[in-house]
């Protein structure tokens, strides 16, 4: 009982948290076609920063829920080494001008997923972002918005087990296929991301819009050209990248991942 | 004498605050001054590259033209673009324009004053600012941070073992005898990690569930930030808005204060609270209120510069510009106490 | 103080149990040196003591262990953590914090410790382990030594009064080994703590014990007991043990000598007998040295390692270079296959220079095994392992197949095969690293430090190998601290010093005369040329 109660009170923060970061990802959209009367207030013009706030608040309740009363010796030493690894993997992003908008971080954040599960999954994105902020001077406003993006990445990666499951292809081609196609999506879909939290502060307070009398679809019309002119092309290299990385160490780091899970999994249970 | 970690973490909210309530140029180019001043002064902790000036002008260029090419509002007409090209299209103002600039200017703000935080505090101490309740964390983080220097290490003894072997670097696949044995022995490393922590002391099973009375108070807290948000903006009921969102807030900061008692720990190293951590604390708590207080308790309507229709001057009130200075405070503080150690 | 009753363990999914019935009894305060081969289960032995088995293992385990009063199955390790302390093989990999101070406070950290109580421990461990100087500093920074004696400042924190010490010196040098020995010698001697200690060079820790347990493994049933017992009784039971112990053995020297000053009384009657001096045979050498180093130079930013070095190495020859810490042997190495760029003057292999060729290139003509094989090794087969590596020196294909197969039957390894490398044996590691890095036929071999971390039948096998490699006329350099293994290996001893090489001649005659490398053998019969024990029971028995 007290577990089912539990585990949905888990789900709710889940969903909660998701719902959150959705609105705040989506809302100036929405903006625009708010009544007149709020616009003229005194709120829009704090209104990214208010639900900055609110963002962070949530991710940290989920990270709270996510992490648990403690976390073993093992978790944490094993969290500690892959985000360390995947860290300085970093630094390649950010020394070598490869192809643009490329971070070689998300292929250990998903097969990590994948593998040790979407808890684990959302920690590594969300540690993985932050200590490479640390070690790179890359701390910013736009940090707790990578943190929870990446963290999503890893903890949606275990979505793929039961379409692996179903085509029967475990530690097969078909397998990494998928994760390639994930990770093809995912650097997509982080690159939508973290524009949207770029917009509200390029599009400037919506008041200027209503006067012009800018409809929902015209928002996302102008959104739309923002990020074909700034982003697409990088997105697109990013998730070829990610797709591309998979495809070269997917498998013999699946196969690693896989043989050290059994290593990292036994209990004592004493004998009665 | 440096500032505690948490007094420029107040700091930096106050400037976010002011960043984000004003595109009233006057006041944002005493923002961005006062970011400078404080930056340049005070006492670097550890060198750490900083942001290219390239990457400013790019902010700025990117802004202007966006703003301008995409709102066709204004009287002071620069061009037209024809109209069928859509978003783009119809008529290019100097306001949309200037408008655009002020944009860019407050994310160069919001840049910079990270930047400077960044150059204050050192890892540990960022690390230090997570609270009691992320304890695990933390020192997953702190296990990360004290890798690092390893693994740099581990990747040349793997490119020197790999060359030995005649391996070449010349395509994609050929990442794969690097990566391997870095991720292997990774594991490994983590293996005997855990085993030595356990020795000494820590958990050695996970006790997964949280306890329900949090749970419950995380979901409230979190329904809370979201009715307050939406109440205050879709029917502007500020007051009640903001009010929902703190109470939201408190239940988090609440549950995340009672798991944190639970797994007591104490700090080998801890800064002591001094009377300049206390004046900056306050200059900048009272500073965010001052602008962000649903209360109608000043005139504040100059923060709200806007340039549309037709392009005006910005009106200044003085008493409000040298509320800004407030931000100067951590800089303040330090000359006051020992001039010399200023910019070392 | 800790008892172990009946005490049976098997790992998880284990066919076999590992430990079978044990029964101990260490002492309270006591110095306790645990031997026997690696695998033979003397980790998980220490293990027990903390309770990480079973607690951190999982797997099964039956009997009665009581230690400083508790039930270390029963309680947890975080309980145990209180009452015994324990270091681990690799000082790196048990850090959690990177600065020496903070790194000593984790676990008072954990443990809630207040702060002024917190300080007065680290204070108090600095200043047991000498480490007051080095407190501000970062680990990664320190020499392997100084690192293991914070992990032992770490684990002493917490305040046990039992320390338990997992070959702590196993990935030393013999300057920092004994810098971590004498720390653990006064720390018993002091201030009471039972200290148990597992090694492999047992040769310097035997004169400071005072309890010795063996655990050995049948060969061919494959069943361990352990044994234990007063060391100079325990040791006439033991097979593999150093040539002082073994030659005292043999000799029927009684008390066996446990140190080269004990062992002094019973050699000096016997050296005066022996006054005539065998002349070492002079080493032969072919027309061209296989590799000739002329006037080189190399070095690292500012800082010069060696300078106009010169030296020959001819086929069919194995020299070792011998020196100090940091006088820059494994730079010597790594000069030779192009991994640390020549400053100055030349390397010749075969004559030829290797000026412009590629790492790989030179590795094809000699073969290099660096100081941590682990990093090579990534494939899941012993078999793949060497099929990569044929396959970077364009080899695949049936003959690639063909020639992997010889090389794992040349080096022994056909049963490992299949077997994932990552889960041999050091020993076995090393193995497949040198199959690895010989696959292209190699004249010559470099090693450094090939013995660090073997037990003795491993580095018996490592011996019988390189002789077999040098009666096929290959030419081989080995860098090394291990002078008993030197001794037993080498024709030429090159010494390397800060200004160059400082001696250069056969085995005998160098090692014999050199205070500081001379074997345990040298030293009991100084001046007669003999480096091991076996050489000294021949002429001895031959004498007598």
Known sequence: MTRLVQSSLSIAIYLLASLIGVVAFLYPFFLPVLPAATMNSAHSNDAPLVLSIVVVLCFIALLVEIQGQQLSAKSVALLGVLVAINSLLRFIEVAVPGPGGFSPIFCLIILVGYIYGGRFGFMMGTLTLFVSALITGGVGPWLPYQMFSAGWAGM????????????????????????????????MLYGIIMNLWFWPFVSGPADQYWQYGISLWAGIQRYLAFYLATSLLWDIAAACGNALLIAVVGLPTLRALRRFQARFHFHYEPLV | MKLHPLAWVAWLLSTLVALSVTRNPLYLLIVLLCIAIVGNLSPKSQTRYKLPTALFVLLLVTSCCFNALTVHYGNSVLFRLPEWIPVVGGVITLEAALYGLLNGCVLIGFLLAFQVIM??????????????????????????????????????????????????LQGWRDWLPLWMPLLIGGLERAFQLAEAMVARGFA?????????????????????????????????????????????????????????KRSPRSHYRTRRWHLNDSIVLLASLLFAGLLLAPLDLLDRRSLYYYPYPELSLPEFQTWLGLCFLCLLTPIVVSLLNNPKEIGS | MISFEQVSFSYPQAQKPLLEQVNLEIPEGSFCLVVGASGSGKSTLLRCINGLVPHFSGGRLSGNIRVDGLDPVRESPQVMSRHVGFVFQDPEAQFVVNQVEDEIAFALEHAAIPQQEMRIRVEEVLGLLDLGELRERELHTLSGGQQQRVAIAAALALRPNILVLDEPTSQLDPQSADDVLQALVRLNADLGITIVLAEHRIERVLPFIDHLIAVQVDPITGKRSVIEGEPRELLQQIELVPPLIALGKALAWQPLPLSIKEGLRHSRPLARQLSQLQPPQ????????????????????????FEDLDLELWAGEITVLLGRNGVGKSTLLRTIVGLQPIRKGAVEIMGRSTRGKSVAEICQQVGYLPQDPNALLFSDTVRDELLISLANHKITGPAALERADVLLHKLGLVELAEAYPRDLSVGERQRVALAAISVSEPQAFLLDEPTRGLDYVAKERLAELLHTWRSEGKTLLIVTHDVEFAASIADRIVLLGSDGITADGPASEVLGASPLFAPQIARLFPQTGWLTSQQALQHLLAKS
């Open chain 2, 119 to 168: 150059q204050v505090l050192t890892s540990q101490e960022l690390v230090g600012l997570l609270p009691p309740a992320f304890y695990p964390i933390a020192v997953v983080v702190t296990i990360a941070l004290g890798f690092v220097p390893t693994t740099i290490q581990q990747i040349g003894k793997i490119r020197d073992a790999q060359a030995i072997r005649g391996h070449r």
């Open chain 1, 156 to 187: 949606s990666a275990p979505l793929c087990r039961p379409l692996v499951r179903l085509l029967r292809a475990e530690g097969k081609q078909a397998e990494l296929w998928l994760l390639m196609l994930f990770g093809f999506l995912w650097g």
């Open chain 2, 204 to 260: 050695s099973n996970d006790r997964p569930k949280q306890i329900i009375g949090d749970q419950i108070a995380l979901v409230c807290g979190m329904l809370l930030l979201l009715a307050g948000w939406f109440v205050r903006l879709v029917w502007g009921l500020g007051g009640v808005g903001i009010g929902a969102m703190l109470l939201g807030a408190l239940l988090i900061g609440l549950t995340l204060w009672r798991i944190g």
């Open chain 3, 282 to 305: 002079p080493l032969k050498h072919s027309d061209v040295p296989v590799i000739k180093l002329h006037k080189l130079n190399s070095g690292y930013g500012q800082h010069t390692v």
